[in-house]
């Protein structure tokens, strides 16, 4: 069992939700980067989203776009975030995600990265732009190597083909809760009850929901509706707001523990 299916074991054993935290490898800086997690985690984030940075980030809004953006500026790379994490995993042990697109993977070689990344510390990878037609590429690595394979889902998903998709996901799934790119738009509650019920009768893998959800309140409102919430722009858009500044890491910390306390309260 990975620390992913761990995490979520331990969390439904204990009546809990899962807060899952996006955060852009390299913005500020590497090394803000390596600081944050554990002050994340601290504040009770349960699963790191580690978004890989690229040129083109077709799926994210504005706010991570900019992110990725000053984080390629700063010099991040792939196997500088690998070498991050592997320092991390020295002293935490929280699951970790790979977000990102295919290009810089294919760039630094399936084979070679499915490795890398597995002997790093990594747990997981979501890759935005490989569709499960064309995962084998990077699977028959990334599966021998332990790495979960996490999948997103939409709403406009076909259910047909949610059921192919699902079949293959493995760690848990990311339920898209509202149409888009990151950061755009709220989810409604009412949809997104119908959708993880829906989801959960195709699947016995926890359904985590994201895109949308940027204050405690929204996320109280989605965690008693799934196994978990990711929050990603919302945490990005603070990051950038304080750039290189001293209050940073507290600043993000509190933002989290905010959204700990209001998932916690919102599922007793």
Same mark, same amino acid.
Request: charged content about 25%; aromatic content about 6%; some cysteine.
């Given at each position: 069992?990975? /620390?992913?299916?761990?995490?979520?074991?331990?969390?439904? &054993? *204990?009546?809990?939700?899962?807060?899952?935290? #996006?955060?852009?490898?390299? +913005?500020?800086?590497?090394?803000?980067?390596?600081?944050?997690?554990?002050?994340?985690?601290?504040?009770?984030?349960?699963?790191?989203?580690?978004?890989?940075?690229?040129?083109?980030?077709?799926?994210?809004?504005?706010?991570?776009?900019?992110?990725?953006? &000053?984080?390629?500026?700063? $010099?991040?790379?792939?196997?500088?975030?690998?070498?991050?994490?592997?320092?991390?995993?020295?002293?935490?042990?929280?699951?970790?995600?790979?977000? $990102?697109?295919?290009?810089?993977?294919?760039? #630094?070689?399936? *084979?070679?990265?499915?490795?890398?990344?597995?002997?790093? $510390?990594?747990?997981?990878?979501?890759?935005?732009?490989?569709?499960?037609?064309?995962?084998? *590429?990077?699977?028959?690595?990334? +599966?021998?190597?332990?790495?979960?394979?996490?999948?997103?889902?939409?709403?406009?998903?076909?259910?047909?083909?949610?059921?192919?998709?699902? /079949?293959?996901?493995?760690?848990?799934? #990311? #339920?898209?809760?509202?149409?888009?790119?990151?950061?755009?738009?709220?989810? &409604?509650?009412?949809?997104?009850?119908?959708?993880?019920?829906?989801?959960?009768?195709?699947?016995?893998?926890?359904?985590?929901?994201?895109?949308?959800?940027?204050?405690?309140?929204?996320?109280?409102?989605?965690?008693?509706?799934?196994?978990?919430?990711?929050?990603?722009?919302?945490?990005? /858009?603070?990051?950038?707001?304080?750039? $290189?500044?001293? +209050?940073?890491?507290?600043?993000?910390?509190?933002?989290?523990?905010?959204?700990?306390?209001?998932?916690?309260?919102?599922?007793?």
């Amino acid at each position: 069992m990975g /620390r992913i299916e761990k995490r979520f074991t331990a969390l439904k &054993r *204990e009546g809990r939700k899962a807060f899952v935290a #996006y955060l852009t490898a390299g +913005d500020p800086d590497l090394e803000t980067t390596a600081k944050l997690i554990p002050a994340l985690e601290a504040a009770g984030v349960d699963i790191i989203e580690i978004g890989v940075p690229f040129s083109d980030p077709t799926a994210d809004g504005p706010v991570i776009q900019a992110a990725s953006q &000053r984080a390629l500026k700063r $010099g991040a790379t792939l196997k500088k975030i690998l070498a991050m994490i592997a320092a991390l995993r020295r002293t935490s042990g929280i699951p970790i995600v790979l977000f $990102g697109y295919y290009n810089p993977i294919l760039s #630094y070689g399936p *084979e070679k990265f499915a490795a890398d990344a597995a002997a790093s $510390g990594v747990d997981g990878l979501l890759v935005v732009d490989l569709p499960p037609e064309e995962a084998d *590429e990077l699977r028959q690595y990334s +599966d021998p190597a332990g790495l979960d394979f996490i999948t997103l889902i939409a709403p406009t998903t076909d259910p047909r083909r949610a059921l192919k998709i699902l /079949r293959r996901a493995t760690g848990f799934v #990311y #339920y898209i809760s509202v149409t888009g790119v990151t950061g755009t738009a709220v989810p &409604r509650p009412d949809d997104v009850r119908r959708d993880v019920k829906r989801l959960k009768e195709m699947t016995a893998l926890p359904v985590a929901v994201g895109f949308g959800i940027s204050t405690p309140a929204q996320a109280a409102a989605i965690a008693p509706l799934s196994d978990g919430v990711v929050v990603g722009s919302a945490l990005v /858009r603070l990051i950038g707001d304080k750039g $290189g500044s001293g +209050d940073l890491i507290p600043a993000a910390a509190s933002f989290a523990a905010e959204i700990r306390l209001a998932i916690d309260a919102a599922c007793l």
